[in-house]
């Protein structure tokens, strides 16, 4: 079950299904996000493809020469811009895909429009979702929710994704949902309608043990997505936020203009897919290693690499170390303002103690904590307001809970009213009375005992105590607990084995914690393939931008270009 590999698949099998010969891709602003996330413009270039072009763009030249390869999600505006193309056509040839279904009526409308008979296939190929990494999906929605239900749009453009994941992956899966969530439920209802539909479709060789879709809220766990990182990746998004791989470098003091805007991409980055999951630390000592291999090359004039200024300086003074390893100059680069933001913001103080807060249960010493880094002026508004929130969702009904003087700590400190409100927010979000599962560890002797062992192995230090509430809810359904009360199974039937092949869907989006965890359980688990899946992928910006426009009674709301295709 590789996600990205599913999407390069479509994407070759479209360039060599036109033949030889000199080609354009016409695609739409979603599609050339999940196409531009898997393959390089130079890959595409190797396969004879010379020219990017939008299918909305109005000022796209006659080339008679070329033939055309359209990638579409199936939208009315996409239908329609392709209509008014073959009306009056600009490419010799037009090979036309579509992300998802698409409907009869639509077929026949652009075969009349096919005066001159152009087009030489129309084909679904089920890439309607961006491959974030091997086992990791996203769909780039934010606001889905409206309070506790769907954003309209978004429910049928949430059911778009996940069937085309499934369609893609091969598998007709038995669905299981949280049960506290109406908007799971929703979702699975509307997932299996499909199915149900277009059973031709989903009809693929039976397996075993059937594959499983999990589908859960992530109001569940509104913790996971207020934390700092520090694995490689995961940090990346929290600290430069990663948009479809690219990370905007644009306010880094300094910045060469060639580094403005960096690609980080595990698919053909050899460094990054290497370095993706391990903590800053091991990347650090990595990086310096690699120039350490490269100045043994080079004899003459050795020069200390201590730091990561050091190391700064040394790609700036070799040009040539510039073009033999441009990536390395990208990931110093990089490191070098995490490492700066690290220290400037104090986050090593900030992350343990939200460490602490999220993973124990000691009140006093926690409000004194907290109380501690609000009056530090090197803390940074969010991640004085992070530490709030986490302090509120831990202790939300502690009977000496000093959240009321906390929030007068951050009007002292002079934090905008926008910020302060989130605090309520994320509560009403996230907090115990919405909850369906028990995310705040209980505190009996078995649990307490439980927590002592985990203390003295399996965590490597205090930065990655935490474990998101998806890794127990995966280690519960792997091992055949995970209880149906709370995670019913959708229609009469239910698994009997072990599963083995799990999609997992987080309504509100996931985490790269989380991917991170279902990274370690496939490595861990023989026999078990788990993908995760999100409306979006977050880091704390994205999430409260999100809360707000549940929560918020009149938030701006994205809005999504989803509509249901249908074929009967």
Known sequence: MNVTLAVKQYVSK??????????????????????????????ILQKEVYLFERIDSQNRDNMKHLKAICFLRPTKENVEHLIQELRRPKYSVYFIYFSNVISKSEIKALA???????????????????????????????????????????????????TSVLLALKKCPMIRYQLSSDMSKRLAESVK?????????????????????????????????????????????????????????????????DLREVVLSAENDEFYANNLYLNFGEIGTNIKNL?????????????????????????????????????????????GELSRLVSERQLMEVSELEQELS???????????VRRLLQNPRVSELDAVRLVMLYALRYERHSSSILPSLMDELSRRGVSERHRRMVKSVVEYGGKRVRGSDLISPTDAVA?????????????????????????????????????????????????????????????????EEALTVYNLNRSTPGVRIVLGGSS????????????????????????SGRQGSRH
């Open 14 to 43: 479209m360039i060599e299904s036109s033949g030889p010969g000199m080609k354009v891709l016409l695609m739409d602003k979603e599609t050339t996000s999940i196409v531009s996330v898997v393959y390089t413009q130079s890959e």
């Open 359 to 369: 993973c124990q249960n000691d009140h006093s010493n926690a409000q004194q904590s």
């Open 112 to 162: 009349e429009a096919d005066e001159q008979e152009v087009v030489a296939e129309v084909q679904e190929f089920y890439g309607d979702f961006i491959a974030v990494n091997p086992h990791l999906f996203s769909l780039n929605l934010h606001g889905v929710a409206r309070g506790r239900s769907w954003e309209p749009s978004m429910l049928s453009r949430c059911t778009q994704g996940l």
């Open 448 to 512: 307490i005992t439980k927590q002592f062992f985990k203390g003295l192995s399996g965590v490597e230090n205090v930065y990655s105590q935490h474990q998101p509430l998806l890794h127990d809810t995966l280690d519960q359904l792997i091992k055949g607990r995970l209880k149906d009360s709370q995670f019913p199974y959708l229609g009469a039937s239910s698994l009997r084995d072990r599963p083995q092949d799990i999609i997992v869907f987080l309504i509100g989006g996931a985490t790269y």
């Open 193 to 257: 309608q499909i199915i149900t539909k277009e059973y031709e479709l989903f009809d693929f060789r039976k397996t075993e043990v059937p594959p499983l879709l999990l589908i859960l809220d992530r109001s569940d766990d509104a913790i996971t997505p207020l934390l700092n990182q520090w694995t490689y990746q995961a940090m990346v998004h929290e600290l430069l936020g990663l948009n479809n791989n690219r990370i905007d470098l644009s306010r880094v003091p300094g910045i060469s203009k």
């Open 537 to 560: 992928i977050h880091n704390t910006k994205s999430f409260l931008e999100e809360v707000m426009s549940s929560m918020g009674p009149s938030s701006d709301r994205a809005q999504g």
């Open 291 to 335: 120039m350490e291999d490269f100045q043994k090359k080079r004899p003459k004039g050795q020069q200390k690499l201590e730091s990561i200024s050091d190391m700064k300086a040394f790609v700036d003074n070799y040009p040539q170390f510039k073009k033999m390893s441009g990536t390395v100059s990208k990931h110093v680069t990089v490191v």
